[in-house]
């Protein structure tokens, strides 16, 4: 049987703090690589664990795949005892990798993408646009403050139209990403709203308005979710979410979901 | 270790019998880790193994606890899944066949609120090709005693068995909570209701509480607790109810190395099963197993018997 993911040992290239706190792991991962689709997952534990503590690996989103080379990207931001480890670990050093997991955005029905990124949230976006990249579409990237924004420069070179929104209004647009979703779509006339296609990631309170707007004006909207997780591959049944067809499971039915599927309460 | 010191003709007797159950080694993969097997496949193959307990099956198909339902605590996992499965009967029909063909020896874990339930599902389950033996969670609500759980009550727990034994012909195994003052009890009336063997431990009934929010961590408040963090206690129940049983013991709790299965082993366990570190690491079973073998080979075991401590 053809393989879809694997368990390996992974070689990190390089390992950047690009905001305080957040880090750009830069890794050598062929395999996983060539399978990954935008808006998958992996499992990972630093090679610096030693031991039983922290016991399980982190969820993180992949970031951007350059399969030509096979490296891979993850964008994290240092919260707890796992991605502390992530933080510490240099170029030569290894982590253990159990990946590509989970659903990754469906992008059949893509004919004009518009991206929704807040914060962190453009972890799994980045490999979404450079894989759009040369369909017309946007990309809407927020942060509290200019100085928090992440990735814009990658982003821009996709050639989608990037809009930004920060809260503080010290860069792009001032206010939410939503305000700046919802301006773009009201443009829109019955028949273009048919051929967008919103895919979001960030809190669950931006998704959660990402989607009733989308809602409102019949575009069809992804998110990606994130849940705490012990296996990611549907072994624990632990990583459940309420949809209209009662549980699903964020590593294995996600962790991208058609929003209208998802109960929003 | 070599694929070879794992053939029967140069290494180690490996197999080892529950009852009927036969297994070609002692390694197992616990109930609610492995999933239904086939979403393990791509990494590991399950053939392998000395076998695998699937997912708790209920007659009806259950959704489970509300979220959060994993918190990590030292060492440990705290889990609260509340028996989300696919019932019996998908089960029969959807899961069944991919591990009856891929070869995989199928224990499959029940569970039910009745004994009536207990009952109707191990006659729905026998004669059906591709299940090894039936592995008994006891370890739940009798509704009609209130709600007392069948594993912490010895008539219950040999009502039980009686009633699953009479039911079907398939080798018993039942699966003993720990959440007892004296788990002895509880191993001693599924022997005398007629259990094939006994496996131990369930998780540790726990919880944790998030003090920002001033509120239990858990959707359902109290979970189980499993991994390396319960290992010694259940290291030194599987030591008492192995002498306290003629049995078969098979020992589960905290399982992650090759070295925590070897004192399973010696502690008088006959198998064991690895829940919580498969999470972690999808070959954990595998790894143990070849570890096993390496090391029976370097100190001359001849079987997995001769691994336990006589006294
Ligand atoms: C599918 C998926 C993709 C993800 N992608 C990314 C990513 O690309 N970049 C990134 O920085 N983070 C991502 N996350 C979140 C990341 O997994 C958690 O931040 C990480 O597990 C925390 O581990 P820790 O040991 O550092 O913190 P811990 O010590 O475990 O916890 C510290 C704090 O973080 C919270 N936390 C723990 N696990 C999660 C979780 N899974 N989700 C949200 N909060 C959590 C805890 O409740 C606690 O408050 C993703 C999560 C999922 C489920
Ligand atoms: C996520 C999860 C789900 C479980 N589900 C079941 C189950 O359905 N039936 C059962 O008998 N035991 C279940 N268990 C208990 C395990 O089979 C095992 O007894 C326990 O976790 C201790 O072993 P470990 O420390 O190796 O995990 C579950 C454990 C975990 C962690
Ligand atoms: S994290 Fe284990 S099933 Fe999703």
Redesign the interface.
């Known amino acids: 049987m053809k393989k879809r993911h694997f368990d390996k040992t992974a070689r990190i290239i390089e390992n950047l703090e690009i905001r305080p706190n957040i880090f750009l792991m830069r890794l050598a991962c062929p395999d996983i690589c060539s399978y990954a689709q935008p808006g998958q997952f992996c499992m990972v534990k630093s090679g610096l664990v030693q031991g039983l503590d922290p016991l399980l690996r982190r969820p993180l989103s992949i970031h951007r795949c350059h399969r030509d080379t096979g490296e891979m990207e993850f964008l994290f931001r240092v919260v707890g005892r796992g991605t502390k480890a992530l933080s510490m670990q240099t170029s030569g050093q290894e982590v253990e990798l159990l990946g590509p997991l989970g659903k990754g955005f469906d992008l059949k029905p893509t004919q004009i993408p518009i991206i929704v990124g807040g914060g962190l949230g453009v972890a799994p976006l980045l490999f979404l646009a450079e894989t759009l990249s040369g369909k017309k579409g946007v990309a809407i990237l927020g942060a509290v403050t200019k100085g928090e924004l992440l990735r814009l420069e990658p982003f821009k070179k996709t050639g989608l139209e990037i809009l930004v929104a920060t809260e503080d209004g010290s860069f792009g647009n001032e206010g939410l990403v939503t305000s700046v979703l919802e301006r773009l779509l009201a443009k829109l006339d019955d028949r273009a709203a048919r051929d967008v296609a919103v895919f979001a990631c960030g809190p669950h309170p931006m998704l959660r308005a990402v989607f009733s707007i989308c809602n409102g004006y019949g575009v069809k909207c992804q998110v990606a979710l994130e849940t705490i997780m012990a296996c990611g591959s549907g072994l624990c049944l632990g990583c459940a979410v309420r949809s209209s067809g009662g549980y699903m499971h964020v590593c294995k039915d996600g962790p991208c979901f058609d929003a209208s599927r998802l109960l929003w309460e | 270790m070599t694929k070879e010191n794992l053939s029967k003709d140069n290494g180690p007797k490996l197999d080892v019998k529950i009852g009927g159950l036969r297994l070609k080694n002692p390694v197992m993969l616990a109930s ?4 239904y097997g086939e ?5 590991i193959d399950l053939s392998a193994l000395g076998g695998i307990v699937v ?1 708790g099956i209920s007659l009806e198909a259950r ?2 606890n509300k ?6 605590t ?4 705290l ?1 609260a ?1 509340g028996l ?1 499965n696919v019932g019996v009967q998908s089960f029969l029909k959807e899961k069944l066949p991919w591990l009856k063909k891929n070869q995989v020896t199928t224990v499959v874990n029940i569970l039910g609120n009745s004994i009536d339930e207990y009952e109707q599902m191990a006659a729905l389950l026998d004669g059906q090709s591709g299940i090894d033996a039936i592995e008994v969670n006891i370890s739940c609500p009798n509704v009609k005693k209130g709600g007392v759980l069948f594993g912490t009550d010895p008539k219950a727990a040999f009502e039980v068995t009686r009633a699953v034994k009479r039911a079907c012909s398939l080798p018993v195994i039942v699966k003993l909570s720990p959440n007892v003052t004296d788990i002895c009890e509880i191993a001693i009336a599924a022997e005398e209701a007629g259990a094939d063997g006994v496996s131990l431990i369930n998780t540790l009934l726990a919880m944790a509480i998030d003090i920002e929010k001033r509120r239990p961590v858990l959707g359902n408040v109290f979970g189980g607790l499993s ?2 963090a319960i290992k010694p206690v259940a290291l030194r129940m599987v030591w008492q109810v192995s002498r306290a049983v003629s049995i078969p013991v098979v020992g589960i709790g905290g399982i ?1 190395t090759y070295e925590d299965a070897i004192e399973f082993l010696m502690a008088g366990a006959s198998a064991i099963q690895v829940g ?1 570190a ?6 954990a079973g595998l790894d143990i197993l070849h570890g096993l073998v390496d090391f029976m080979l370097q100190n001359n075991y001849q079987s997995i018997g001769e691994l336990k401590i006589q006294d």
């Open positions: 609610g880790t492995c999933g979403e393990l496949s791509d990494l997912k959704t489970g979220p959060p339902r994993l918190f990590e030292p060492c440990g996992l889990n899944i989300e991994g390396p992650t919580t498969t999470l972690v690491k999808p070959a």
